[in-house]
T-cell receptor, first 115, second 115 residues
Framework: EPEVTQTPSHQVTQMGQEVILRCVPISNHLYFYWYRQILGQKVEFLVSFYNNEISEKSEIFDDQFSVERPDGSNFTLKIRSTKLEDSAMYFC?????????????FGPGTRLLVL | GNSVTQMEGPVTLSEEAFLTINCTYTATGYPSLFWYVQYPGEGLQLLLKATKADDKGSNKGFEATYRKETTSFHLEKGSVQVSDSAVYFCALSDLMDTGRRALTFGSGTRLQVQP
């Protein structure tokens, strides 16, 4: 069964450093998403991406975040200058247009720790 | 805005016990509703879904019925197994009403099943 994959599974970085989290969505899907889950808190939406541009973003997704689809398979989240509060599990998801109900399929996540 | 409220965990049950995890929602329109499950060390997996009132989603022995009159989508299973131990997330999408693709998640409920 096709699945969303993410790399790395864990990343440790120093405050102020840039990180890039990578995702390979399901191959025929058209919509891509990033969510994050700070330890002990809710899963929160960050951004959605369609047709090579951001279609929706939350207030969390400020100027230090960016997303890109550099080729036909990868979807990346870049955090330009990490802060301690960026420590979280980051989930990538993808979905296809299925008419009435669109289901998002999630990857296993990247656990980011900012020191 | 939209919100999802789940019962606090952890929920601890013996094997073969009956499970209910409560979920209620607030939304301005007519959302689609989902249950996702996160097994230890893994990502979010779609468990079941429902798109309209009185729809029953079911999978792997789990069921949830979309109750518009009580704005609820409670998860039930008649006989839990140790392998059901995981964190369960209720979520909603108001894509059809607003065009927004962001999922709104509850805080998650940890289920621990003891042999």
């Amino acid at each position: 069964e096709p699945e969303v994959t993410q790399t790395p599974s864990h990343q440790v970085t120093q405050m102020g450093q840039e990180v890039i989290l990578r995702c390979v969505p399901i191959s025929n899907h058209l919509y891509f998403y990033w969510y994050r889950q700070i330890l002990g808190q809710k899963v929160e939406f960050l951004v959605s991406f369609y047709n090579n541009e951001i279609s929706e973003k939350s207030e969390i997704f400020d100027d230090q975040f960016s997303v890109e689809r550099p080729d036909g398979s990868n979807f990346t989240l870049k955090i330009r200058s990490t802060k301690l509060e960026d420590s979280a599990m980051y989930f990538c998801a993808s979905s296809e247009r299925t008419g009435e109900l669109e289901t998002q399929y999630f990857g296993p996540g990247t656990r980011l720790l900012v020191l | 805005g939209n919100s999802v409220t789940q019962m606090e965990g952890p929920v601890t049950l013996s094997e073969e016990a009956f499970l209910t995890i409560n979920c209620t929602y607030t939304a301005t329109g007519y959302p689609s509703l989902f249950w996702y499950v996160q097994y230890p060390g893994e990502g979010l997996q779609l468990l079941l879904k429902a798109t309209k009132a009185d729809d029953k989603g079911s999978n792997k022995g789990f069921e949830a019925t979309y109750r518009k009159e009580t704005t609820s989508f409670h998860l039930e299973k008649g006989s839990v197994q140790v392998s059901d131990s995981a964190v369960y997330f209720c979520a909603l999408s108001d894509l059809m009403d607003t065009g927004r693709r962001a999922l709104t998640f509850g805080s998650g409920t940890r289920l621990q099943v003891q042999p």
